[in-house]
T-cell receptor
């Protein structure tokens, strides 16, 4: 159990276009999902917390108008990179939080590698 | 927020060797997890261990919450163990904060 999928796994787009990434929890419901970004040879940096039915909470320095997050259901969150630029090229990873009797555990999707040309 | 530091940053082992990876955190934690990121970028959950000791095959982990550290033990390492190991923790907040990772290479 606790599988998280992400689509697409890899995308190449032209500068100025928008890209949508989907994150799904396949076998559990997730009221809270998270979006991370990872640059080569670096750790994961949290971009935003996505809450089902409400607005996302963005980390400092992350532009909410550029990275649009929608969490319309308990199993789906989407991240849209609007007007993408080459500096947005990165590895984007989503995570879904699952509750258990011992607390909360996060499970991660396989990531989406975005290249903006 | 909580700070998470990992050591060593890089580690090279000969196949069959044992190793210990360390994770220090700056505050009390509600959640602490260890992950292995494979070469394709997928994060694999290894342990959910805010306190105590757990074992899974050749891997085991211990968290001493009162002293604010966690250890990941890898025994009889194999080449497939190569990759980056991350420790991540949170306290009052919802989100996990990641350490810088330990990049492990196991040579045949």
């Amino acid at each position: 159990g606790a599988v998280v999928s992400q689509h697409p796994s890899r995308v190449i787009c032209k500068s100025g276009t928008s890209v949508k990434i989907e994150c799904r929890s396949l076998d559990f419901q997730a009221t809270t999902m998270f979006w991370y970004r990872q640059f080569p040879k670096q750790s994961l940096m949290l971009m935003a917390t996505s809450n089902e039915g409400s607005k996302a909470t963005y980390e400092q320095g992350v532009e909410k108008d550029k990275f649009l997050i929608n969490h319309a259901s308990l199993t789906l969150s989407t991240l849209t990179v609007t007007s993408a630029h080459p500096e947005d090229s990165s590895f984007y990873i989503c995570s879904a939080r699952r509750s258990s009797r011992t607390g909360y555990e996060q499970y991660f999707g396989p990531g989406t590698r975005l290249t903006v040309t | 927020g909580i700070q998470v530091e990992q050591s060593p940053p890089d580690l090279i082992l000969q196949e069959g060797a044992n190793s210990t990876l360390r994770c220090n955190f700056s505050d009390s934690v509600n959640n602490l997890q260890w992950f292995h990121q494979n070469p394709w970028g997928q994060l694999i959950n290894l342990f959910y261990i805010p306190s105590g000791t757990k074992q899974n095959g050749r891997l085991s982990a211990t968290t001493v919450a009162t002293e604010r550290y966690s250890l990941l033990y890898i025994s009889s390492s194999q080449t497939t163990d190569s990759g980056v190991y991350f420790c991540a923790a949170n306290n009052a907040g919802n989100m996990l904060t990641f350490g810088g990772g330990t990049r492990l290479m196991v040579k045949p």
